[in-house]
């Protein structure tokens, strides 16, 4: 199995930035994509950021091209988040996919105020 856990999350003033990361650990070799989604009350849940491992090739949402950039290493997943506007503010959740699988984290609060 695996496990995740986010930190990083805080309250931080628009046109700030903050760098969530993911920690990861258990049998990771499984996982093929990790993932950043974002759920604010009142608004479905996103998608913010997809890295596929065998291309390396990463997705970003509209909302956030050009601000967020999602990065990794053997142990972590990690959001960095610039330009931050309180539109982004969410509960940040980090997630693994396996081949049948899904892993998430617990997920970190992010506030950005005006």
């Known amino acids: 199995q695996v496990q995740l856990v986010e930190s990083g999350g805080g309250l931080v003033q628009a046109g700030g930035s903050l760098r969530l990361s993911c920690a990861a650990s258990?049998?990771?070799?499984?996982?093929?994509?990790w993932a950043w989604f974002r759920q604010a009350p009142g608004k479905e849940g996103e998608l913010v950021s997809r890295?596929?491992?065998?291309?390396?090739n990463t997705h970003y949402a509209d909302s956030v091209k050009g601000r967020f950039v999602l990065s990794r290493d053997r142990t972590a997943v990690y959001l960095q988040m610039n330009g931050l506007q309180p539109e982004d503010t969410a509960i940040y959740y980090c997630?693994?996919?396996?081949?049948?699988?899904?892993?998430w984290g617990q997920g970190t609060q992010v506030t950005v105020s005006s």
């Open positions: 997630e693994g996919s396996s081949e049948h699988l899904e892993f």
């Open positions: 258990g049998r990771t070799s499984m996982i093929y994509t």
């Open positions: 890295v596929w491992l065998r291309t390396d």
